[in-house]
């Protein structure tokens, strides 16, 4: 069912994703409650409303859930079981519980892939020191230790070889429950990024080639330069993702590109994507607006690209002085963020290109 | 002075104008505050915050006023008085008092738009039924009564031939003071958007060609198919009009063009403009950015136009489905209005075309 015009939507999550799907709700017509634990955060102060609450408070977060017509969210550590207890509860919540399942765990979120047909880079899971070092074998000398949960903009990671101290190394990383994943020698980054709409329909914005630096994404362009059938095959993989996850709304897919050519997928955000920033200024429909759509039950939007794109982060004090940080004649969007801390997602720049 | 990022902008007016304004201020990183007598308004649902009071309520407003790092304003009617109070307590109102004044009373504007070098269709002060009769007369036996204040959408006015009955014709207007226009035979309507920063730099957008049902604007399409020429006079005028009164921010100029591609002005705006609501979506920079831009000392972005555009304003219950009643492909912005009265602006959709 289309939500009318008007209606509210809820955003669990005050950052600036929650920020700029809030913007594209209004534009939209309706209207907008933001749930986070934090006053002032970038995204309450452009929503009518906003309730400060701890996303595992099940009746606070209920109470406010059932003054929203649907609700989604714009993180992918939004509690499991918050999610559940809503459903429960019969309130709306779309993408739903599965999708951030998977993303909360890189080893659910592999075998996920896996089960899907989509490859990955080999891993093994690890719950302690000797498997570890058995993993470390196992994968021919080294690999990158990743804990299941919480790790994100390559924190919680460790890159290892045989013969580094697997006892100093697993505990490093809080002695979590970890996965140990294979060193893949890819050539490039890219990303998918995906809509689906509760009837099913699914449109795949154009790939983008993604550059990190030291875990961060740094700079996002389009067209990759990728050649097409590694696109089409990282298009086909998010879009049968998003199906076999029955998700609603914007999904982001990552992929490794190697060599041949071949795709080992990375890593999967159940929501819009810092590598679809450019999509607002550089497609008929942005990420933000788009999600928006398919969460209100509304007809996706054309996800046609008009120009060519560059899109960089505006990291700390960058975002002080974006006109000297950005090239000339970008689009600057700045978060609203209080505190320009050293590497802290400040806002972006997108240039384009006819 | 450039206003930092994270500075708070003031917006006098809560409807659709300050909506877009309010959306664009916090894509660049401002937070904004809203000042206006109702509740649940339009551009408060989008804002960090909201203030109710009256636009005369000197305290109230210098109170506000105290809390943003600049004001503006959304629409010609806010009191002058009220800007002047605050500006004489040392605040920074941009545009200022007089862009205010000229578009506040027809016959001022008129006047002024005169003394700049700036052609008005001829026009008679009326201020009571014996002026009207003689007015008339001068005019060649017919004209169009305009009430000097207060008029917009073509409400406030009334079409006359000589032998109407003037007495009459003068109380249904309310008996205010009135300017009575000659009827030009124009051969359609055009208006330019021009933003000027406080350094005086002007930039002026492609000129688009504007059509009108029953005096209230219902497409503007772009390119305008006027001549070259005409158009750079209409440029050249509101450029010109916009240093005139030494304007910070976006400024409207509407302008009849006659068959010989001559012109007359017929309206100032002094603010964002409907006729200019394509051009978030078909050039670089669209005119609420360009206007927060201005009156944050930031400097203007490029009014380069991408497109063809044609846009059109969603009208009461069209609203409702406006998928059925934009062209398809359409980018849809509504407005979050509450009521879809018969012909009140609810929202509006751009077509792009390569």
Redesign the interface.
């Known amino acids: 069912m289309m939500l009318?015009?008007?209606a509210k939507i809820g955003i669990i999550g005050g950052g600036q994703l929650g920020?700029m799907l809030?913007?594209a709700a209004?534009?939209?017509?309706?209207?907008?409650s933001i749930y986070c634990p934090e006053a002032d955060c970038p995204a309450g102060?452009?929503?009518?409303q906003q309730t400060i609450g701890r996303y595992d408070h099940l009746p606070s977060v209920l109470d406010w859930a059932r003054s929203c017509d649907v609700v989604t969210y714009e993180f992918e550590n939004v509690p499991v079981d918050t999610v559940h207890y809503l459903v429960s509860s019969g309130c709306d919540v779309r993408p739903g519980a599965r999708s951030l399942e998977i993303a909360q765990d890189r080893l659910a979120e592999k075998a996920f892939l896996r089960d899907a047909g989509i490859e990955t880079a080999p891993y093994v899971a690890v719950n302690g020191p000797q498997d570890l070092a058995r993993a470390l074998t196992q994968l021919g000398g080294a690999g990158i230790l990743k804990t299941r949960r919480e790790g994100y903009d390559g924190k919680g990671q460790l890159r290892l070889v045989s013969g580094d101290d697997c006892e100093a190394a697993f505990s490093r990383l809080k002695a979590q429950p970890s996965i140990l994943e294979a060193i893949v020698p890819f050539s490039c980054e890219i990303s998918a990024i995906v809509a689906r709409s509760i009837t099913g329909e699914s449109l795949c914005y154009d790939i983008p080639r993604n550059h990190h630096v030291e875990g961060v994404l740094s700079r996002s362009s389009v067209p990759s330069g990728v050649d097409q059938t590694t696109e089409a095959k990282a298009r086909e993989a998010a879009i049968c993702l998003a199906a076999a996850l029955d998700h609603v709304g914007v999904l982001a897919l990552e992929f490794f590109v190697l060599a041949d050519g071949s795709l080992l997928a990375n890593e999967v955000a159940p929501r819009v994507h810092n590598s679809g920033h450019w999509t607002p200024e550089a497609c008929?429909?942005g990420q933000f607006e788009q999600h928006i759509r398919a969460v209100a039950g509304?007809?996706l939007g054309?996800v046609e690209r008009?120009y060519r794109a560059e899109m960089g982060n505006l990291l700390g004090h960058e975002?002080?002085a974006?006109?000297e940080a950005a090239p000339a004649?970008s689009?600057?969007?700045?978060?609203?963020k209080?505190e320009a801390k050293a590497g802290r997602k400040?806002?972006h720049w997108v240039r384009?290109v006819?």
Request: hydrophobic share 45%.
């Open positions: 009318p015009v008007g920020r809030a913007v209004a534009r939209l017509g309706f209207d907008v102060r452009v929503a009518q008929r429909t509304w007809p054309s008009k975002a002080l974006p006109f004649g689009v600057i969007t700045l978060y609203g209080r400040m806002g384009l006819d």
